[in-house]
């Protein structure tokens, strides 16, 4: 398995793809293999019609946001490609058109954010030091407060943040680089847990923020994970871009104007901002409709 996943990233690098696109395709192909061990499947066929089908039927079961099965499907289409390239596979088994989900305008799947009750009770939840670490608790923080996406997060270094101003450097999608602000609140959490938790680490000179209990780099899936885990607590689920969705959205609310919403998410155009953050609840959709 590990051969296959290691010709796959050096074919996706030659390619010319960027390191952090490598790493979630090569990553999504990593859970496919995983679901199909636990399916007991041949290994000798890496990608049927079948076995697409049954993945994704899996990912539909487990409640998988749309945005994420997608782009799920997507990596497998490079995986399908890589395999047909190398040989392994005579034709292409997944056509994007017809196997990515398509969602209506103004679905609700599509447009999922926060409450306000629920981030009150999400940011009263990680106060509890006995279930939440403080790099976990950071981990929320960041999330909720900064808008960034999961690789994003995990991809930040120490570095990246000047105390003095108050800002956060972010190199997004394409290399491309943006400054956050950052809260005092937020600035005061970073401090004290490279003071008190991040220290003790065995990779407390890992020029990472974010380090776990193996690796210098905490891994995006860490922190999907734990995410979803506390699922028990809370009782609403909760996964990366949940927070970026909710992010943009209080922005929106607050009066932030559009284009500033934009720059702070690092999207390429202020349309992509409306398309996916200007959200319509449908509670707020059934008060519209009972003013007619």
């Known amino acids: 398995m590990q051969s296959t996943l290691e010709a796959l990233e050096q074919w996706l690098f030659e390619e010319g793809r960027a390191p952090r696109t490598i790493e979630s395709y090569v990553s999504d192909v990593k859970g496919f293999q995983q679901f199909l061990k636990e399916k007991a499947a041949s290994e000798e066929q890496p990608l049927s019609r079948f076995s697409f089908v049954r993945f994704k039927e899996h ?134 847990y490279l003071k008190d938790e991040r220290s003790a680490s065995v990779f407390h000179q890992s020029e990472y923020l974010l380090v776990s209990q193996r690796a210098e780099k905490m891994h995006r ?10 699922f028990t607590d809370l009782k609403f689920k909760l996964h990366p871009h949940l927070f970026r969705h909710t992010f943009c959205t209080r922005l929106l609310k607050k009066g932030v104007d559009l284009t500033t919403v934009s720059k702070l998410a690092g999207h390429s155009t202020v349309n992509m901002t409306a398309k996916f953050y200007i959200q319509t609840t449908r509670e707020e959709k059934m008060n519209a409709i009972n003013r007619l």
């Open 221 to 230: 899936d860490a922190v999907r994970d734990w995410l979803a885990n506390i």
């Open 59 to 192: 990912l539909l079961q487990k409640n998988f946001a749309v945005a994420t099965i997608n782009k799920k499907v997507n990596s497998l289409k490079v995986y399908n490609d890589f395999l047909r390239t190398t040989g392994v596979l005579s034709k292409s088994i997944i056509m994007l058109k017809n196997d990515k989900i398509h969602t209506s305008t103004g679905s609700e799947t599509a447009v999922t954010s926060l409450s306000d009750e629920q981030v009150e009770q999400l940011l009263f939840f990680v106060e509890n030091r006995n279930k939440v670490s403080t790099r976990n608790k950071l981990i929320v923080y960041l999330l909720l407060y900064t808008g960034l996406r999961v690789s994003e997060l995990v991809g930040l270094k120490i570095r990246d943040i000047d105390f003095l101003t108050s800002h956060l450097q972010v190199i997004g999608k394409g290399g491309k680089r943006r400054e956050i602000g950052l809260k005092s609140e937020v600035l005061r959490l970073v401090r004290e």
